[in-house]
């Protein structure tokens, strides 16, 4: 981690000393500013961050053209704060935003434009609109497929999205085809024990697309469709992923043995599903608050296949 502190006093006395010398509308007040954002961002003070990108983008809605580069950036950072308070809609406009002016000044298969159209289908995928969430999502696809090399891993990010949203719309077998693909990339360009255990910011979209992910996701729509021997196969590969990489009580661990636990029970073998299940709550209840709601879906669960 950084040392923020120390950081926000470097860039506030550059901003003193700054405003100092320079007129209020210099594009090089707003950088001050935007670093002074970045900072708060960073250490998660989202109101002092928004407060500072709103003062650099007010300088250079003055003094830049309007459809300079660096205002689609300060739309963007703007945007991100916003999202990353939940303030979906907020988030959604400023983004629409970016896009905009990113268009007038990319060409249009430009791997930036396809960042933008993933951060409008992520938002759109946050507010469960998933109409609008696939469609922005396959425009990224449709730039990523024709800039990127065939085994980049912001493709495999694509591809997952994309599956994703047909997984929770109830479109099984598109998400699966997507799903396969990603992972036809992920076998190119990442180690198969690639795992969920970096979790910065910055890492978030390579994280969710990597082996272990893929086996799970498939193993959710394989088990959704009915094809439970291809779900156990798939959880199970994720489960073995997961407890190499993983520290034993990480909760995605329990998700995994619950996930087996159901296939089991809906196989019939209740007596595994049980063990499955038993675990699952032993890994959250390490894991996770005592009143966390996934440990009472768990044992919900086992209390089921006991009272069988």
Same mark, same amino acid.
């Given at each position: 981690?950084?040392?923020?502190?120390?950081?926000?006093?470097?860039?506030?006395?550059?901003?003193?000393?700054? =405003?100092?010398?320079?007129?209020?509308?210099?594009?090089?007040?707003?950088?001050?500013?935007?670093?002074?954002?970045?900072?708060?961002?960073?250490?998660?003070? +989202?109101?002092?961050?928004? @407060?500072?990108?709103?003062?650099?983008?007010?300088?250079?809605?003055?003094?830049?053209?309007?459809?300079?580069?660096?205002?689609? =950036? =300060?739309? +963007? =950072?703007? &945007?991100?704060?916003?999202? @990353?308070?939940?303030? +979906?809609?907020? &988030?959604?406009? +400023?983004?629409?935003?970016?896009?905009?002016?990113?268009q007038q000044s990319l060409p249009t298969n430009h791997l930036d434009l396809a960042a933008s159209y993933n951060n409008i289908g992520l938002v759109h995928d946050n507010m469960g609109n998933y109409s609008k969430a696939l469609s922005s999502y396959e425009k990224a696809l449709e730039i990523r497929e024709q800039s990127s090399p065939s085994n980049q891993p912001y493709l495999a990010i694509s591809y997952n999205n994309v599956g994703e949203v047909h997984r929770k719309m109830g479109n099984y077998p598109e998400a699966l085809s997507y799903y396969k693909k990603e992972f036809e990339i992920l076998q190119q360009s990442l180690s198969p024990d690639h795992l969920d255990s970096a979790i910065s910011q910055d890492d978030v979209d390579l994280v969710n697309c990597n082996v272990g992910s893929v086996h799970y996701n498939m193993g959710l729509v394989y088990y959704n469709m009915g094809n439970y021997p291809e779900a156990l196969l798939s959880h199970e590969k994720a489960l073995k992923i997961q407890q190499e990489s993983l520290p034993f009580n990480h909760p995605d661990l329990a998700f995994s043995y619950n996930n087996i636990g159901l296939v089991y029970e809906n196989m019939g073998n209740d007596s595994k599903a049980r063990t499955f299940y038993e675990y699952a709550i032993l890994i959250a209840q390490l894991s996770l608050p005592s009143n966390h709601p996934d440990i009472q879906l768990f044992r919900n669960n086992l209390r089921d296949v006991i009272n069988k």
């Open positions: 981690m950084g040392n923020y502190p120390k950081a926000l006093s470097f860039h506030e006395k550059d901003l003193e000393i700054s =405003t100092q010398s320079l007129p209020p509308n210099d594009p090089d007040l707003a950088k001050s500013y935007n670093n002074i954002g970045v900072v708060h961002e960073n250490m998660g003070n +989202y109101t002092e961050a928004l @407060s500072s990108y709103g003062k650099a983008l007010e300088i250079r809605q003055q003094s830049l053209p309007p459809n300079h580069p660096d205002l689609a =950036t =300060t739309y +963007y =950072t703007i &945007a991100s704060v916003h999202d @990353s308070m939940g303030n +979906y809609p907020k &988030a959604l406009s +400023y983004y629409e935003i970016d896009l905009e002016i990113s």
